[in-house]
């Protein structure tokens, strides 16, 4: 169906077209020319009224005399803005070279049009729909490869970001084999696991049978029944990640852990026993590593704030709950983890020692055999309210575990999913490693400046529409297959959920059918 022409192209990316009379063009359409043998497709990002000396020098542009004259009876005339987005010659689809001719017809692609759009035909991960007028068909997808090198989820509150993370969850338990990829999930608001009045939770996948045991959910205050962090078992580093430590204390710390090994924290507290029972400090074995005693016991004091976390912190010398979260995921499953009801220090310690084993676990494995390395799955950290750890103000204090995560992590199969729906509070340099976007409406002018100039694209011409971008509309932006981000609807949760559970369902009653009719027979 056509629906206008060309006026105007501007090589190597703009595109005007106005609008045929009766016809339809909106924001967002992707459009079809055909030109110079070729096709072409476009992408509407803005419309204007053209005054009346820019609708005079149109008409006088037009062959088509009838058209210009229905024009010329206008108050004004549309003219559409779009990009190239690049042009065909049979099933060869590739970055403009050329650009259409003046007057060439501009047309609605048919469905056989757009297949040219999805190179994500091979990848594994559906997660929505192509977002074109009239074509509800052509699936968009992600590649696991993509998790290496992190994906941002950035939106305004109610865009749908944790539809879009649960989304992502659910391909990859129903589309990937078990062991393709491990998910940790820092679920601040318990909704991943729980869902809310609006939104359906992997809970409801643990009915299903396939699903039930690659799900593995913590909830530390509602159970008592699971490993705990073994205190003495902790990183210096680690340590220095969830307690504010001076560099005094850091050095302190690091020298007992140097000479007592894993014996580090009873030394810890028979050093305080002492000066209890009225050693003196100069008598002590820490007095002759150098350590001042005001120094040792601000660094008890902060330490026996991690012994106070009794439901999640041991002194028993032992793996626990590190060690059994890395198995799941090198199995392949789905941790979450519920941070609704931890308080700030509990918080830091769950997410900062969980994240930091994952990586040091296959840091060490890279050196002793990096073939081991290969076969791992893939590992993926989903991180609400990323700024709070990879904020531009908060970095200034000195580098995390989620900072490394996003410099290093490729080389470990280890990637993360940042979600923040404040991107203007990113580190910069951070923001631009972060290599795929699911961008679901901003509104804020920072926010979006943020994204387009971290963007591995030009996203610049898509300002407007990031900023009216209703619920569950996203541009997805790819780190090199595409060459511009892809219009997507991304799919419901709570669709997916329900569907599957009636196909299942289904599935039971039609073995306990064929089992009836065994027995009958």
């Given at each position: 169906m056509r629906v206008g022409f060309i006026v105007n192209a501007e090589f190597p990316s703009t595109v005007r077209v106005v609008r045929d009379r009766n016809a339809q063009i909106e924001v967002g359409d992707i459009l079809k020319v055909e030109s110079n043998g070729k096709t072409y497709l476009i992408r509407i990002y803005n419309v204007r009224h053209e005054r009346e000396a820019n609708k005079a020098v149109i008409r006088g542009l037009m062959k088509d005399r009838e058209e210009?004259?229905?024009?010329?009876?206008?108050?004004?005339?549309?003219?559409?803005e779009g990009v190239l987005l690049g042009e065909s010659i049979g099933n060869s689809f590739k970055l403009p070279r050329t650009i259409p001719k003046i007057y060439s017809p501009v047309y609605l692609p048919s469905e056989e049009d757009l297949k040219a759009l999805n190179l994500t035909l091979n990848f594994e991960i559906p997660i929505g729909t192509l977002r074109a007028r009239g074509i509800e068909n052509i699936e968009v997808k992600l590649s696991k490869t993509q998790f290496a090198t992190h994906l941002g989820v950035y939106a305004?509150?109610?865009?749908?970001?944790?539809?879009?993370?649960?989304?992502?969850?659910y391909s990859i338990l129903t589309k990937l084999p078990e062991g393709d990829v491990g998910v940790l999930v820092l679920d601040v608001h318990n909704e991943y696991y729980e869902g809310s009045s609006k939104i359906a939770g992997l809970k409801h996948l643990e009915s299903l049978e396939d699903y039930r045991?690659?799900?593995?959910?913590y909830d530390f205050k509602k159970s008592d029944i699971h490993k705990k962090i073994s205190l003495p078992k902790l990183?210096?580093?680690?340590?220095?990640?969830?307690?504010?430590?001076?560099?005094?204390?850091?050095?302190?710390?690091?020298?007992?852990?140097q000479n007592y090994g894993d014996k580090w924290f009873e030394a810890v507290e028979n050093h305080r026993e002492q000066i209890s029972s009225g050693t003196k400090w100069s008598e002590t074995d820490a007095h002759k590593l150098g350590i001042k005693i005001g120094?040792?016991?601000?660094?008890?004091?902060?330490?026996?704030?991690?012994?106070?976390?009794?439901?999640?912190?041991?002194?028993?010398?032992?793996?626990?709950?590190?060690?059994?979260?890395?198995?799941?995921?090198?199995?392949?499953?789905?941790?979450?983890?519920?941070?609704?009801?931890?308080?700030?220090?509990?918080?830091r310690l769950i997410v900062n020692v969980l994240s930091s084993r994952?990586?040091?676990?296959?840091?060490?494995?890279?050196?002793?055999?990096?073939q081991a390395l290969t076969e791992k799955p893939y590992c993926l950290i989903v991180l609400e309210e990323a700024h709070k750890v990879l904020g531009e103000?908060?970095?200034k204090k000195g580098e995390n575990i989620f900072s490394r995560i996003v410099r290093e992590g490729r080389k470990f199969k280890v990637g993360l999913v940042a979600i923040a729906q404040m991107p203007r509070l990113l580190d910069p340099t951070i923001a631009s490693q972060i290599q795929t976007s699911i961008i679901l409406g901003l509104s804020h002018k920072l926010d979006r400046k943020v994204v387009e100039e971290s963007s591995t694209q030009d996203l610049s011409v898509y300002d407007s529409e990031i900023q009216v971008l209703e619920r569950g509309e996203a541009?997805?932006?790819?780190?090199?297959?595409?060459?511009f981000p892809l219009p997507v609807k991304i799919y419901d949760f709570n669709k997916l959920v329900e569907n599957l559970v009636k196909e299942t369902e289904e599935k039971l009653r039609g073995k306990e059918d064929d089992g009836l009719v065994e027995v009958m027979i």
């Open positions: 210009a004259k229905a024009i010329a009876a206008r108050e004004s005339s549309e003219v559409f305004m509150t109610g865009k749908g970001k944790t539809n879009a993370v649960l989304v992502i969850l045991n690659r799900i593995i959910h990183y210096p580093s680690e340590i220095r990640s969830i307690l504010e430590l001076t560099e005094a204390q850091y050095e302190a710390l690091l020298a007992f852990k120094c040792f016991l601000a660094l008890y004091r902060k330490l026996s704030l991690l012994k106070s976390c009794e439901k999640l912190v041991t002194t028993n010398i032992e793996e626990g709950l590190p060690k059994e979260v890395v198995e799941h995921l090198d199995k392949g499953r789905i941790v979450i983890v519920n941070l609704n009801n931890l308080n700030d220090l509990e918080e994952i990586l040091s676990d296959r840091e060490k494995l890279q050196s002793i055999n990096p103000a908060v970095l541009l997805v932006v790819y780190p090199s297959e595409l060459s």
